[in-house]
């Protein structure tokens, strides 16, 4: 469950379609994020190729970086995937994306360079295997064309996970019902939320 430094929870549920009425939506599991940090990255700090670019002196650059954690499972259940996104408002567009983690086992694939949606995905390294929740630290470097003073967005989550039911073992699928929207100030690195998944 998140602790004392939790900024923000986005709630997932599994959907369960229910014979003659609409689906209903069971909470599953959840992503607490942790408080962001900010800094101002130097031209001197900047990849070379981003460096001798022409319009250099027209971007303003910045680094983010985001802990999140996903929610223990119920019972013997173990994660097979998870996915996290950040959208950006605007003219926001990532010049470097990473995330680390505590857990040997998972293996974090990044994308969003170039873009303003900024993707991590969390496999296990060994096929057919589950992993249990760990601590995660995005690291994103981003820019965009004005000195702005605040960035907007949405962070999305899906993740798959096993289920055990009566001796068998099914795979399930949870989504928040809808994304969180941030605003992240850039120069205190305050950042809010509006409401949860």
């Known amino acids: ?13 599994v959907e369960e379609p229910v014979l003659g009425e609409d689906s209903r939506f069971f909470r599953e599991a959840g992503v607490a994020f942790g408080h962001p940090t900010v800094t101002h990255v130097g031209d001197d700090e900047l990849p070379d ?19 999140f954690d996903l929610e223990e499972l119920k019972g013997r259940q173990r994660y097979v995937s998870a996915l996290v996104r950040m959208v950006f408002d605007g003219d926001v567009r990532g010049v470097s994306v990473s ?51 605040r960035v907007t967005g949405t962070i999305d989550a899906t993740v798959a996970f ?24 850039l120069v205190s690195g305050s950042y809010a939320v509006d409401g949860s998944g």
Not at 49 to 67: N, Q, T, W
């Open 162 to 185: 096993t289920h055990r039911q009566f001796g068998l073992s099914t795979r399930k699928r949870a989504e928040a019902r809808r994304p969180l929207r941030f605003d992240l100030d």
């Open 1 to 13: 469950m998140p602790g004392t430094g939790t900024a923000a929870v986005l709630d997932l549920f």
């Open 49 to 67: 190729p981003v460096r001798r670019r022409p319009d250099l002196r027209s971007r303003h650059f910045f680094a983010v970086h985001m802990p």
């Open 99 to 149: 995330c680390t983690t505590s857990d040997a086992a998972v293996e974090v694939r990044t994308h969003g360079v170039g873009r303003n949606e900024l993707t991590y995905v969390l496999t296990p390294r060994q096929d057919g295997a589950g992993f249990a929740p760990s601590a995660q630290l995005t690291s994103a470097v981003l820019e965009t064309s004005v000195p702005a003073a």
